[in-house]
């Protein structure tokens, strides 16, 4: 008797992107369990060192750091993923579309993704977040668009590099129909690579926005982002350095787990950076 | 040459684009620029200045006419004024240049003398203990956020130990703290890419066949592999030298280092248009700039491309 | 008189034994052929007796003697000057014997200077005298980049830069297994006549027959990483005794109108 074994090698595989996701969803919920509300001044327990009252110790308005610190997590990572979202919405059909139907609109398309592929993304972001003003919503807009070229130009190569496969050909002369074609033969491919590129991205597209928030263009106060926060409790350093140390230890921890999900992705799908 | 030649024509092309989209783009913003320009004196604005103002900025022209006189002022180096020091954009972006060159270079230098031995010594000693601590440096050099390295390298050598001058601009001092970090920050990548194209050298035939000669391995090592894993490496480190002027505006504004990073950050939370516009447009430049630098270094060391015309696309 | 002498050699890769007790002797002025389909050790053999085995590979035993001096004993230094001026290689891909930026003219001097004390005229001299020998036009070929050149010239300037320094043996890997066969014959012409002028051996390692029963003094025939015969090219020919020698000749296009044609030429 034959008893169907389920494949387990498809979970380890994908075993990082899983762990990955189990850390976005942790961040989000974490909020839910804060000790205090982050945004609640409380003057009379200003710049206090780490308590048994306060996880983490108080900001210089009294607020508890370690729930800022939850909420920034939900601010910073849940708005990295939200762009990461966006990007494969919009770039991985607009990939795809350009690798399949190839031709002119395929020439002049790249040609755009080319000249925006040219100017450094955090360039890009900078400029239009300045030209849309400061704020979570345009930072959003501003990476996306600084982003997506790279995942446009990715897919389409996969694609290409498919297209040309004989099985494909195959596919072709046995009369599937495009769309199944795409389905089962060129989507696996395509989406392998692209999730390679977005897990190692994400840590990027965290950086950028602690980055610009930090620098004043993105989150403003008093939304508690990782970046912002540094920002905010500047002059606060000397005297109280956990208000340094504890936000940028999130920041480099969260940005390490997404660089190494990306890079044992990387080494178990095989592919060439 | 004729290579050349086509890529500028190109690189017109383009820019003449950018730079209308950059003025469209500046036109649909929100914000009244004369209001703006007008709110910094911070006096009460009378109808008749927003409307003699407005006649001078040809605001109330057609968009393309006004495209057309602003590219007309474009090629006589006039980009406008600044709302908010009143000078014009083009002096203001010269006058901060320089600190910005200088702060790339030092950094480049630091980076290059941290990723070059420690990339090398890693590919030599594959999977020895130096392999290993540099896969841990690249790993957590790459998950540092830059500016907190820099706050971190601040109040370490600036406030605890006194050594260094933490802000502005002015003696070699100032520069120590900045090009560390950025220097740091940028090596991560390069140790590890450095390493993974020696060790792609290493592996081909054409070393076996040098050995085959009875050529000294120092000698294969530096003739033979140095330069050719220097292909790939320069090509992104044409890249990241766009990414490196960016990474200088996180720097300069954390160190309140004068540079044109700094100027943009300051223009765009001032909103002061013509100074972002400014900004896009001699950054493009810059980096277009580079771009044909880099395709001819590339051309340099691999004479292939050079004398078959092979484009790098 | 024996020049290179193979004494039980045996080579293993992650402990998979891939060499099998091999053994021969080349004599001074032979040209011995080692014959065998893909993967049977013919290149394997060739590298070891370079001193050029990939660094997975280790000799287990057996011993390598050139010239009476057991070589597998010698320091990655000593092995360094043997090569390129007592022993030389030609190898298959005739694209990587060179370094692909670097002028051909600049790797010949550069191995000169490995190995001689001469001036920067006498050293290109010499290249330029070595060139000619292949019947190549030494100049242009002198200044040009590898990829300038074509296939059948490449792999004449690497036999050039082989034979230069007057090695005693020339270790030929499959050299004409990418040229066409017009080349071939040239190319392989042009070994036999260097041989003759210099009275070096030629260890030529090959799949095909024809190849061998052409130039060969002796002929060993390899399969799985030894050697199950080794005789002189009439016996192995003529009278062959192993059952792989018989398949061997038997799979080898006999096309003897063409065989005779060639060497009436």
């Known amino acids: 008797m034959k008893i169907a074994k389920y494949d387990y090698s498809m979970i380890r595989k994908w075993l990082p992107v899983l762990f990955l996701f189990a850390y976005v969803i942790t961040v989000a919920i974490a909020p839910a369990f804060a000790p205090y509300d982050p945004l609640e001044i409380n003057m009379s327990d200003r710049l206090s060192e780490p308590s048994e009252k306060h996880l983490l110790g108080t900001d210089h308005l009294g607020r508890d750091l370690f729930s800022r610190i939850l909420a920034g997590g939900r601010v910073t990572v849940g708005t990295g993923f939200l762009v990461l979202t966006i990007i494969l919405i919009v770039g991985v059909p607009l990939g795809m579309l350009s690798g399949f139907i190839g031709g002119r609109f395929d020439r002049y398309f790249m040609r755009i993704i080319d000249a925006f592929l040219a100017f450094p993304d955090f360039i890009i972001a900078i400029v239009l977040s300045g030209i849309l003003g400061p704020g979570m919503v345009n930072l959003v807009l501003a990476i996306v668009v600084a982003k997506w070229g790279s995942y446009v130009r990715l897919v389409r190569s996969t694609v290409l590099a498919e297209k040309e496969k004989d099985y494909v050909l195959m596919a072709v002369i046995s009369g599937l129909p495009a769309y199944k074609i795409i389905r089962k033969h060129l989507l696996p491919h395509v989406m392998g690579n692209v999730l390679v590129l977005a897990t190692l991205d994400l840590g990027k597209i965290i950086l950028m926005i602690a980055s610009l928030s930090y620098i004043g263009l993105g989150a403003q106060p008093p939304t508690p982002e990782w970046g912002a926060m540094l920002n905010e409790c500047k002059p606060y350093f000397y005297s109280s350095p956990h208000l340094m140390v504890i936000p940028g230890i999130f920041i480099m921890c969260t940005v390490l787990i997404s660089n190494l999900a990306g890079d044992m992705l990387r080494d178990r799908l095989d592919i060439e950076k | 040459m004729a290579y050349i030649v086509k890529r500028m024509m190109e690189f017109l092309l383009f820019f003449l684009l950018l730079s209308f989209v950059s003025f469209v783009f500046i036109k649909l913003a929100p914000g009244d620029p004369v209001k703006q320009m007008l709110r910094v004196d911070e006096v009460a604005v009378t109808k008749e200045q927003i409307e003699s103002l407005r006649e001078e900025l040809k605001l109330n022209e057609p968009l393309y006419v006004q495209y057309w006189y602003w590219l007309k002022r474009f090629f006589q180096f006039d980009l406008g004024h600044s709302y908010m020091t009143k000078k014009p954009v083009f002096d203001e972006l010269l006058s901060r240049f320089p600190a910005t060159v200088m702060l790339t270079c030092t950094s480049l230098m630091v980076m290059v003398f941290i990723s070059a031995p420690l990339g090398t010594l890693s590919a030599l000693y594959k999977n020895k203990w130096i392999d290993h601590a540099s896969r841990l440096f690249a790993l957590v050099g790459s998950s540092i956020p830059s500016f907190w390295l820099g706050l971190i390298l601040m109040d370490l050598f600036a406030v605890k130990l006194n050594l260094l001058p933490s802000m502005g601009k002015g003696t070699w001092k100032h520069l120590i703290l900045p090009s560390l970090t950025l220097g740091i920050a940028m090596s991560a990548a390069y140790v590890r890419l450095l390493r993974s194209s020696l060790l792609e050298s290493f592996h081909k035939d054409y070393v076996k066949a040098a050995r085959s000669r009875g050529i000294s391995e120092k000698r294969i090592f530096f003739f033979h592999v140095f330069r050719h894993s220097l292909i790939p490496v320069i090509t992104i480190f044409g890249m990241s030298l766009g990414s490196l002027i960016s990474g200088t505006v996180v720097i300069e504004v954390l160190f309140s280092y004068p540079g044109i990073g700094k100027l943009i950050v300051d223009a765009i939370v001032r909103r002061d248009y013509p100074v972002i516009q400014g900004y896009v447009l001699f950054i493009s430049l810059l980096i277009v700039m580079i771009n044909i630098f880099i395709d001819i270094c590339y051309r340099y060391l691999n004479p292939e491309i050079r004398l078959k015309g092979v484009e790098r696309r | ?265």
């Open chain 3, 1 to 265: 008189m024996t020049l290179l002498s193979v004494r039980k050699l045996n080579i293993a890769f992650h402990n998979k034994p891939i060499l099998k007790n091999v053994d021969f002797n080349i004599r001074q002025g032979e040209w011995f052929t080692l014959i065998g389909e893909s993967g049977s050790g013919k290149s394997i053999t060739a590298s070891a007796i370079g001193g050029l085995l990939p660094g997975e590979m280790i000799i287990t035993s057996g011993s390598i003697c050139f010239e009476d001096k057991d070589i597998t004993m010698l320091s990655n230094k000593e092995f360094r000057k043997l090569r390129g001026k007592e022993i030389s290689f030609v190898f298959q891909d005739y694209q990587s014997s060179f370094t692909p930026f670097i002028k051909i003219g600049k790797q010949m001097d550069e191995m000169i200077q490995a190995h001689c004390q001469l001036t920067k005229e006498e050293r290109r001299e010499k290249a330029l005298e070595a060139l000619e020998e292949v019947q190549l036009p030494a100049e242009r070929v002198y200044d040009s980049y590898p990829f300038q050149l074509s296939g059948g010239q490449l792999q004449r300037a690497s036999i050039a830069m082989a034979m230069m320094l007057k090695p005693k043996l020339l270790i030929a890997d499959e050299p004409t297994t990418a040229l066409d066969s017009i080349t071939t014959i040239h190319v392989l012409e042009i070994m036999a006549n260097m041989k003759k002028k210099m009275n070096c051996s030629i260890l030529f390692i090959t799949h095909d027959i024809r190849q061998a029963k052409k130039y060969s003094n002796t002929i060993g025939v390899m399969k799985q990483g030894e050697i199950v015969e080794i005789g002189t090219k009439e016996t192995i020919m003529y009278h062959p005794s192993h059952p792989y020698t018989k398949l061997l000749l038997n799979a080898a296009p006999t096309i003897r109108r063409l065989d005779q044609n060639i060497v009436l030429q």
